[in-house]
T-cell receptor
Framework: KAGVTQTPRYLIKTRGQQVTLSCSPI?????VSWYQQTPGQGLQFLFE???????NKGNFPGRFSGRQFSNSRSEMNVSTLELGDSALYLC?????????????FGSGTQLSVL | AQSVTQPDIHITVSEGASLELRCNYS??????LFWYVQSPGQGLQLLLK??????LVQGIKGFEAEFKRSQSSFNLRKPSVHWSDAAEYFC???????????FGKGTMLLVSP
């Protein structure tokens, strides 16, 4: 069974641009979550989708958005990039997104904003 | 609001020695607690989890953790560390009824020969 796949692996953008990151969950998993990882703030929850609906959202500005498709694949978008958006963005999937479920993480997309 | 504290940013342990990584949490209800490990350039892998029952839980790679409600702690232990255990370790608590995790800042484990 293939794991969680995130593309691209690395991305370099400049301030003011926008970016779209993609995540393909494990087959059969319906919940997809996104996390931002930075040296200063650590791992922070962005949002979680289940069956194409956003169920939970972290404390990030509206420039961060996401969506989920009918095949459970998810994308996140960051508009008007800032230097502080440079981070490793991790996607995780689970079967139903329940509180006790194990999350399966992808290897992440490393975003650098210049 | 829930929070997780990992007081040690870095820990160095000799290969073959025992290991204990500390984790304290703040959460109003019964917590769902996890330990994840991250190798450089990789995502996170679940080591073990606790949400009810026996307070000593066993995980993969020879790790175990003990839940102590009175101390709000969930410390990770391993009796004998291997060089391949060098990585960053994250303690986390699940909240809001879903699998959303609040992570600690992580503890970087260095293993010396």
């Amino acid at each position: 069974k293939a794991g969680v796949t995130q593309t691209p692996r690395y991305l370099i953008k400049t301030r003011g641009q926008q970016v779209t990151l993609s995540c393909s969950p494990i087959s059969g998993h319906r919940s997809v979550s996104w996390y931002q990882q930075t040296p200063g703030q650590g791992l922070q929850f962005l949002f979680e989708y289940f069956s194409e609906t956003q169920r939970n959202k972290g404390n990030f500005p509206g420039r961060f958005s996401g969506r989920q498709f009918s095949n459970s694949r998810s994308e996140m978008n960051v508009s008007t990039l800032e230097l502080g958006d440079s981070a490793l963005y991790l996607c995780a999937s689970s079967p139903g997104g329940g509180q006790s479920e194990k999350l399966f993480f992808g290897s992440g997309t490393q975003l650098s904003v210049l | 609001a829930q929070s997780v504290t990992q007081p040690d940013i870095h820990i160095t342990v000799s290969e073959g020695a025992s290991l204990e990584l500390r984790c304290n949490y703040s959460y109003g209800a019964t917590p769902y607690l996890f330990w994840y490990v991250q190798s450089p350039g990789q995502g996170l892998q679940l080591l073990l989890k606790y949400f009810s029952g026996d307070t000593l839980v066993q995980g993969i790679k020879g790790f175990e953790a003990e839940f102590k409600r009175s101390q709000s702690s969930f410390n990770l232990r391993k009796p004998s560390v291997h060089w391949s255990d060098a990585a960053e370790y994250f303690c986390a608590v699940a909240s809001s009824g879903y699998s959303t995790l609040t992570f600690g800042k992580g503890t970087m484990l260095l293993v010396s020969p």
